[in-house]
């Protein structure tokens, strides 16, 4: 990524994500009329999950008017109770009968993920009326007495729906009906999505909620304490015993990525949400600052620091003997962690389909795809570090660059970039670079990068598609005050993703760019000794951002447009360049991963070296 010590601005807002392209509801296998006894659903209208960048997931931002934490509120937090009905009571009659009619609890909890996914609460109350814990009759060992904790195939519950999706009210009476805050398979909670998603009011309902039952659970074992009971108590009261499993909510526990709930509101852009998350008990200053406890240590540094190693031992890897074996352990299990916590993410940024206009469907099913393989930002809560090269957050996948590779994908510029040379900067784990050479002809496609990790890693993603190109394919790095750092050859085509998020930057693109595009001439004449009628011309940079919420953007076009560059082109991306990637087509995952991707509107810029 470009070099900086700042925070990008998110590309987008929480309220910008509802004008997503909708989604129809899924319904079940078994029938598809109304009569198959599904709860039926209300007038009010459906917010399909919003389309995904993990939860990024992006990436912490910069985040307005929020610099420190504020006072405690004094009220103490309260536990979520069932809301109102939202419609009548002989609607909702109906919906318990059609709650009663489903199948199977497994059907049940189904249902219930569905219409907690799209705010249907009061279908969502009759199903917990009807198949909620010890309310039906085949209560068996397959989680039925948890219907209201049910998962889905990536391990998300309800809760994991309502709150991603902003729904207020479902939130609530999941948690009043005993909702638990369970992580999915990727190690993101109900609190990670709704941080990520800006939905300052649901974060709020989260925190409060489970911090209101930790204090009620430390109260009952006072009270224990005090009548001469201690923890191990042989109460039957499974009320008791639920209690007792409650923790409070940390937001600075992190996922498998190693982004906690705090980065990903960070990331969102909302300060309502970010003001929620640092006010909270857990945002303590000395963690946040970087006395972190020991779990919540991800980098080198904290491990060395569990592992008891002072500051007199900072030379120890140097001397040989056990500090190389213990250097060595370190590599392994560096690497080991790559495997397991990495994402390998199958992409087809053809365009198939009915509303295709560049591609057949038969021609898009036939093609390869592009393998990205995603890894944790490391330090995940300070991911720029102290110096350009220590900023890790092209280690994860900008949206920016999913639109930029769905214009290269194009057929007009496969076309334009045959027999050339690309040179993609900032290019993070190399998914524009990589789409180019898939889906066309260049000559060669130089990735480049500044951080180490990031380097491995576009190596590793060369490899996945070297034999899906005939392109030369190099991983590279740049650091772009150094011309003697500059590829060679001479470049056709310059491509960067969302490279522009302060100020301070504009120069030193600007001199990078330069310093890359070949100059030339027009050899449309067959005539090449007389080059006085000739028009001069260069190459081009493609760079693609969002329209709006970037430092320096305005003053860094304006500086291509007016010294030694023209502005070929600009315009807003089409809406299909925003479609979800994902060969698989899976809605939830691409929103797992990439939830700006919807709702931001990119803007595609082509200028011309004169």
């Known amino acids: 990524m470009p070099p900086s010590t700042k925070s990008r601005p998110s590309g987008g807002n929480a309220s910008s994500k509802s004008k997503s392209k909708s989604k129809s509801k899924p319904t079940n296998n078994n029938n598809n009329n109304n009569n198959n006894g599904n709860p039926k659903k209300t007038s009010k209208p459906k917010r399909p999950l919003p389309q995904q960048q993990q939860q990024q997931q992006p990436r912490t931002t910069q985040t307005t008017q929020t610099t420190q934490k504020q006072p405690t509120n004094t009220n103490p937090p309260k536990k979520a109770t069932d809301p109102p009905l ?18 199977s609890p497994r059907e049940a909890a189904e249902e219930l993920l569905d219409c907690a996914r799209h705010g249907e609460v009061d279908a969502v109350r009759a199903i917990l009326d009807v198949w909620g814990d010890g309310n039906h009759e085949d209560d068996d060992d397959d989680g039925s007495r948890r219907t209201v904790d049910a998962t889905d195939a990536s391990g998300s519950t309800s809760l994991h729906k309502a709150s991603a999706n902003g729904h207020a009210s479902t939130v609530r009476l999941l948690l009043s009906r005993g909702a638990r805050h369970l992580p999915n398979e990727s190690g993101n909670t109900p609190l990670h999505w709704a941080a990520g998603a800006g939905h300052a009011e649901v974060v709020k309902l989260l925190l409060d909620h489970f911090d209101a039952l930790f204090r009620e659970r430390e109260e009952m074992k006072g009270r224990r304490r005090n009548n001469g009971c201690d923890d191990n108590h042989n109460d039957n009261d499974d009320d008791d015993d639920e209690n007792d499993k409650v923790e409070q909510l940390d937001v600075l526990l992190k996922n498998k990525f190693g982004r906690s709930a705090l980065t990903e509101g960070f990331a969102s852009g909302d300060t309502p949400t970010v003001d929620v998350l640092l006010n909270h008990d857990s945002a303590e200053e000395e963690r946040l600052i970087g006395g972190l406890e020991r779990k919540d240590v991800a980098d080198e540094e904290g491990e060395e620091i569990a592992a008891g190693r002072g500051e007199g031992d900072e030379n120890a890897d140097r001397k040989g003997g056990a500090g190389d074996e213990t250097k060595k352990e370190k590599e392994k299990e560096k ?29 898009c099913e036939g093609h390869p795809s592009v393998f990205i393989r995603e890894l944790p930002i490391a330090h995940a809560d300070d991911p720029f570090g102290q110096s350009p090269i220590e900023d890790t957050t092209g280690l994860g996948i900008w949206c920016a660059s999913l639109v930029m590779a769905r214009w290269l994908a194009s057929p007009e510029m496969t076309k334009r970039m045959e027999g050339k ?19 066309g002809k260049p000559k060669s496609v130089t990735i480049t990068d500044l951080n180490p990790e990031t380097i491995d890693n576009i190596q590793y993603n060369i490899g996945l598609n070297a034999s899906n190109t005939p392109a030369k394919l190099v991983g590279s790095s740049i650091d772009w005050g150094d011309e003697t750092t500059y590829p060679s050859d001479e470049i ?85 360049y925003s479609e979800n990637p994902l060969k698989n087509g899976d809605e939830e995952d691409c929103f797992l991963n990439f939830h ?10 082509e200028f011309r070296r004169r």
């Open 492 to 576: 056709d085509f310059v491509i960067g993703s969302d490279l522009i998020y302060q100020k301070d930057i504009v120069p030193l693109l600007k001199k990078v760019v330069t310093g890359l595009l070949s100059t030339g001439l027009d050899n449309d004449d067959d005539d090449v000794s007389n080059n006085n009628n000739k028009t001069r011309f260069g190459g081009s940079f493609l760079y693609v951002a969002p329209e709006g919420g970037r430092d320096g953007l305005p003053e860094f076009i304006n500086a291509m447009k007016t010294e030694g560059f023209e502005c070929v082109s600009e315009e807003i991306a089409p809406g299909e």
């Open 421 to 439: 040379n690309v040179v993609e900067l900032g290019a993070g784990c190399g998914v524009p670079g990589l789409a180019a050479a898939v889906y």
């Open 86 to 103: 939202e419609c009548t009571s002989s609607e909702f009659h109906a919906l318990l009968g059609d709650a009663r009619g489903l199948s």
């Open 335 to 363: 690497e080991k962690e790559k495997t397991t916590k990495s994402i390998l993410h199958e992409f087809n940024f053809l365009l198939g389909g009915q509303s295709d206009p560049f591609i057949s469907a038969s021609d």
């Open 596 to 605: 700006e991707l919807m709702g931001t509107v990119y803007v595609l810029y």
